[in-house]
Each structure stands twice: as C-alpha cells, then as structure tokens.
C-alpha cells in the first residue's frame, strides 16, 4: 500500500537550482554579448561594400551601352530613368538598377564622375556619421 506522504511529494526545482541556472546563463551572456557587440556596424559596412560592387556593374553597363559614364548632376538616376539632360545617352538599355540606391544607414550614395580618387567616377557612402571619417565605404581602396 502507497503511504500517503510518497502520494503528496511535490517534484520540482528548488531555488538554488533555479539560483544555479541563472547565474550560468549570465556568465555565458557575460562572455558572448561583448563578442558580437559592433557586427552590426562591420555588417552593414559589408553590405555597402556589396552595394557599391552592384551600383559599378550597372554603372559599366551604362557605359558600354551609351560610351560613358552618366554626368555627375545626372547622378545615379541615370540607372534608374533616361535623363534627359546633357549628355543624352545614345542607346539607353535601362533601367540598369531596380530601385534607388540607399545605403544600410538610409542616405544616397555619393557619386562624382569623372572622379577625384579614380579616372573614371568615385562612389561613395558616408557610413554612419555621414561625415567623412574613417567609416566611410569607397570605390578607390
């Protein structure tokens, strides 16, 4: 027969353990947090790195397609839309991006042809700052 003592035995955690537990959690929390603290930053500079790689192929097309780069005042919306303006592109085969481009921090990318760093054109994200810094993502590096 099954006494009644063993019958109402409650099974659970005591504090301490609940105690254990917490504290281990906070020492692996305390070791992986300062670790991944910053990758944001070092990740959206990758994807402006990407998007500058993107943003030069359209620009090459542009080029094959209509003997040069688009004009600085044209600027980037020359891959989006057949400028109208000075020069007028001869065969214009765009759109060659498909939407604006906006770096990871939401700001244009800054374009200049013919460059100052390069022959060709310089394309450029002020980073998080938008000031020039060493955050700065460029074509020219």
């Given at each position: ?7 109402f035995?409650?099974r ?63 600027g980037?919306?020359a ?44 394309l ?18």
């Amino acid at each position: 027969m099954i006494d009644g003592t063993t019958m109402f035995r409650r099974r659970g955690f005591t504090l301490i353990e609940i105690m254990l537990v917490v504290i281990i959690i906070g020492a692996l929390a305390a070791m992986i947090v300062p670790r991944l603290a910053g990758r944001s930053e070092q990740a959206k500079a990758a994807v402006a790195k990407a998007d500058l790689m993107n943003i030069a192929t359209a620009l090459k097309l542009y080029e094959l397609d209509n003997g040069g780069f688009p004009a600085t005042a044209q600027g980037l919306a020359a891959l989006r839309e057949r400028p109208s303006g000075a020069p007028v592109p001869r065969n214009w085969n765009g759109p060659y991006l498909e939407k604006d481009p906006v770096d990871p921090w939401g700001n244009a990318y800054i374009y200049a042809a013919p460059g100052t760093h390069r022959p060709d054109y310089d394309l450029s994200s002020r980073g998080k700052d938008v000031a020039s810094a060493d955050d700065d993502v460029v074509n020219w590096q």
